[in-house]
């Protein structure tokens, strides 16, 4: 008897009360939810309290049951700012499990007690809130978009090329089509790093996502020998979340807009029938910045860099007037992976520029002498071609010495 009369002393919950409608959680966190009983006096303990995953992605199973996802690790007495308990409210610890997903649910709280009768009794709170789960920031959720080169100055104007870059967002995980959520995240600062990053103006638009990277003066200092300079932007963002901060860069190699290749040579004695000369030219447009790095994309939707039709010219030996007719052939820049254009350029569809070619067919067999060539190339992006101020991506002319010997 005095067992049962204990039993009935003892408080019986009345109510449950979520205090929050909507929570965020990132994945492989935990969360706390704030709630109150009724009466205060009540002790609710893990044993005793259960999520109810009242609507989801996942249909749950039955009244009462949670989903993979989420999970009741505790409960714990809930506290103001100076630290003290407060009579009657609690909070639910819930972990969201590791792994790349998003997700959404709306949860209600289950307590489940023993009535004066001896049956086993569940209460559901009386508010439920909305729970969104994240995928935390890392230095693989984004990347800075954009040309990993760029002539610094536009042959036709005289004036630095402009090159922007921006965050896009990549897949959460190997695989999947879901893209990081850019909301989540905010940019705490960009700067421009590197021993000669004091030449560039660095410019962020108004979405402060996007920035755009100039040379201060068509004067830019090169090293003897060297044939860019390279600027590492460094943008470092914060989760809105967790509160952690991740830094994402991207370097830009500034290229020179003339390089001057190695000598050739032919020999008349082993002149070819045909009367054709290729000339591998990926070494040479890698020297101005045409590598396949050039076209790498985060997306089958951003815009490839396309190539401008090549001009060639042929001079004399010291590069100052037009060649003897004696060097008269039929130049085109041709791709050894893609099918030959016959008389047309290069595909706009590259492949791999480190194996493309310069064919020079010509009208009759030379004579002994030396030559220059001049092969001016030029690769823009379509969105900056459409622009109010079209900027080249790469505007570069290579020289090319040839000497025909006996």
Not at 80 to 108: K, T
Not at 182 to 192: H, Y
Not at 218 to 235: D, I, K, M
Request: charged share 15%; glycine share 6%.
């Amino acid at each position: 008897m005095k067992e049962d009369i204990e039993q009935l002393q003892e408080p019986i919950p009345t109510g449950v009360v979520i205090l929050k409608s909507e929570i965020h959680v990132q994945n492989g966190a935990s969360v706390q939810i704030p709630f109150r009983v009724n009466p205060s006096n009540y002790v609710p303990t893990k044993e005793h309290v259960s999520l109810d995953v009242i609507e989801s992605q996942i249909t749950r199973v039955a009244y009462g049951t949670s989903i993979p996802e989420y999970v009741l690790t505790d409960i714990q007495p809930d506290k103001n700012a100076q630290g003290e308990v407060i009579d009657g409210q609690w909070l639910a610890v819930v972990e969201a499990v590791d792994g790349a997903y998003y997700g959404e649910a709306r949860i209600a709280l289950i307590m489940d007690y023993t009535d004066a009768q001896g049956n086993r009794v569940q209460l559901t709170s009386t508010s439920v809130a909305l729970l969104n789960s994240y995928v935390k920031l890392t230095s693989e959720s984004v990347a800075l978009n954009g040309p990993s080169a760029c002539t610094y100055l536009n042959a036709s104007t005289g004036m630095p090329i402009t090159t922007s870059t921006q965050l896009v967002a990549l897949p959460i995980s190997e695989g999947s089509s879901t893209l990081f959520d850019m909301t989540t995240v905010s940019v705490v600062s960009a700067q421009l790093t590197g021993e000669k990053a004091d030449q560039f103006t660095l410019q962020s638009d108004e979405s402060g996502m996007k920035w755009s990277i100039t040379a201060n003066s068509a004067a830019l200092e090169f090293e003897e020998g060297v044939q860019y300079v390279p600027v590492t932007l460094a943008v470092v963002l914060r989760d809105q979340i967790s509160g952690a901060e991740v830094t994402v860069t991207k370097t830009i190699r500034f290229y020179q807009t003339e390089y001057t290749a190695p000598a050739v040579e032919y020999k008349l004695s082993e002149w070819p029938a045909d009367n054709r000369q290729n000339i591998d030219m990926g070494a040479y447009l890698a020297q101005v910045g045409v590598t396949a790095e050039l076209f790498t994309r985060y997306s089958e939707s951003d815009y490839l860099p396309v190539i401008f039709k090549p001009t060639f010219a042929v001079m004399d030996a010291t590069g100052q007037t037009n060649a003897s007719s004696k060097y008269r052939a039929v130049f085109s820049l041709l791709n050894h992976v893609e099918d030959e254009p016959g008389e047309g350029v290069i595909s706009n569809v590259i492949v791999a520029p480190e194996t493309d070619y310069l064919q020079q067919r010509f009208y009759g067999k030379p004579v002994e002498g030396t030559y220059l060539i001049n092969v001016n190339v030029q690769y823009s992006r379509v969105e900056s071609i459409v622009s109010s101020n079209p900027q080249p991506t790469v505007q570069a002319t290579i020289h090319i010495p040839v000497t025909i010997l006996p």
